[in-house]
């Protein structure tokens, strides 16, 4: 794809007879956030794993700015990655330690990554903690670190596998900020989550993966425009009398003011009929949010 700073053609990962990820291709564009959804097992932590050059895929490849991370490591200084579970910093090192390590390991000298790494200990208020070894501090501490360390060389690609785990209401808007302003100054963003108002508010993009499979990739607001479909909610000035309420039952309007009705325009004008003269305060078409479009891809199957 044009100009995308991370891509990724065909990749296939087995574990024994599983096939946890088949045939996945993506991109990530700079400036733009990609959910990546998909449930429990779906293959999202083994698709990053890939991309971020921890796993080897069996088959396909990556391209971080044009190099192939896994010929070309050094390319990884350009990509920054949170991943499931406790392995993204060392435990037995202090958070400015962690930082000031991973800063100079990707590029920066070590007056810069000291500098940057106390100014992200501040932002994220760990900074009273810079000195007390990982293994001691609370899990969300522990999460919030592992999102530094993805941030402190300030790459251009970055990957989050759940960075929002754990943490606390304040810190997970923190973050959600934050990768807005990321996003905004241009860098290109993965972000893998089961809070799906978290992905509608963050996302451009939207992938979803089930059983291994990229299923979905779309613009976000062409797929909720897509699923909201014929999908009517109408609000009346009072409740009806029996009579039509039992009317617009039949024809399968559901709910009691705001009404939820799904049918095509032809439809909606019986329903219309039945209410006549009944005032009408709003008739609207309703909007799909992802959680909708998420169960009606992959929830029942
Ligand atoms: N190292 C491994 N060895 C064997 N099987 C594995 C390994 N890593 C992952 N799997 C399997 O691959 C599948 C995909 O796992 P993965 O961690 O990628 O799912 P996920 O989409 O991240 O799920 P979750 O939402 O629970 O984090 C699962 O069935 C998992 O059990
Ligand atoms: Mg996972």
């Given at each position: 794809m044009e100009n995308a700073l991370l891509e990724a053609h065909g990749l296939h990962k087995r574990f024994g007879a599983l096939?946890?990820?088949?045939n996945v291709s993506l991109s990530l564009r700079p400036g733009e956030v990609l959910a990546f959804l998909g449930k429990n097992g779906a293959g999202k932590t083994t698709t990053v794993k890939i991309l971020s050059s921890l796993l080897l895929p069996d088959r396909g490849e990556v391209r971080l700015l044009g190099k192939d991370p896994f010929k070309d490591?050094?390319?990884?200084?350009h990509l920054g990655a949170v991943l499931e579970?406790?392995?993204?910093?060392?435990?037995?090192?202090?958070p400015l330690e962690n930082l000031v390590y991973f800063g100079v390991a990707r590029g920066l000298c070590l007056a810069s990554a000291r500098k940057r790494a106390l100014a992200l200990l501040e932002e994220y208020g760990l900074l009273e903690k810079?000195?007390?070894?990982?293994?001691?501090?609370s899990r969300g501490m522990q999460q919030k670190l592992a999102l530094l360390q993805a941030l402190i060389h300030d790459p251009e690609v970055l990957l989050l596998?759940?960075?929002?785990?754990?943490?606390d209401v304040e810190t997970a808007l923190l973050v959600q900020e934050k990768v807005r302003a990321l996003a905004r100054a241009g860098k290109a963003l993965l972000l893998t989550t089961h809070q799906l108002e978290v992905a509608e508010a963050l996302a451009d993009r939207v992938a979803i993966i089930h059983r291994g499979e990229v299923v979905l990739v779309e613009d976000k607001e062409r797929l909720l425009a897509r699923f909201a479909g014929n999908h009517y909610v109408l609000e009346l000035e009072s409740s009806p009398p029996p009579a039509v309420l039992a009317r617009l039952r039949a024809l399968g309007v559901e709910g009691e003011g705001p009404f939820l009705f799904r049918g095509d325009g032809e439809a909606l004008w019986q329903v219309l009929e039945a209410l006549r003269p009944l005032p009408l305060r709003r008739v609207a078409r309703a909007e799909a949010d992802l959680l909708e479009v998420f169960l009606k891809v992959v929830g029942h199957a």
């Open positions: 096939e946890a990820v088949r490591p050094w390319a990884l200084r579970g406790n392995r993204n910093v060392y435990w037995r090192l202090t810079a000195q007390v070894e990982v293994r001691h501090l596998d759940e960075p929002t785990l754990g943490l």
